[in-house]
Nanobody
Framework: QVQLVESGGGLVQAGGSLRLSCAASGRTFSGYAMGWFRQAPGKEREFVAALSWTTGSTVYADSVKGRFTISRDNYKNTIYLQMNRLATEDTAVYYC????????????????????WGQGTQLTVSS
């Protein structure tokens, strides 16, 4: 049974940095895509970044490109989201997600493509 557990959220001032972690367990993730999504109050869940577990290929939402970096640690089975130059509009609950099967070079950006989700971690950016 796949489990994803996020951590690292909190309160940070605008312009600051924070790193989120997602501990993945329950199977090997070769061929999986791992993604970060976020959901602000009253808004739909939106794509942030994704990574192919096998190849490390990445894709980012335009709103975070150049500020956020997704990465993995194969030994710890953990996915990270390094967030720099945070802005108030980055405030949201951040979710880690896993999509099974064959995502070697094109990790998907669509919510519907992901099969497993973590419980979320809150990030609040103050002005």
């Amino acid at each position: 049974q796949v489990q994803l557990v996020e951590s690292g959220g909190g309160l940070v001032q605008a312009g600051g940095s924070l790193r989120l972690s997602c501990a993945a367990s329950g199977r090997t993730f070769s061929g999986y895509a791992m993604g970060w999504f976020r959901q602000a109050p009253g808004k739909e869940r939106e794509f942030v970044a994704a990574l192919s577990w096998t190849t490390g290929s990445t894709v980012y939402a335009d709103s975070v490109k150049g500020r956020f970096t997704i990465s993995r640690d194969n030994y710890k089975n953990t996915i990270y989201l390094q967030m720099n130059r945070l802005a108030t509009e980055d405030t949201a609950v951040y979710y880690c997600a896993a999509a099974k099967g064959g995502f070697y070079y094109s990790p998907p950006a669509q919510v519907i493509a992901y099969d497993y989700w973590g419980q979320g971690t809150q990030l609040t950016v103050s002005s």
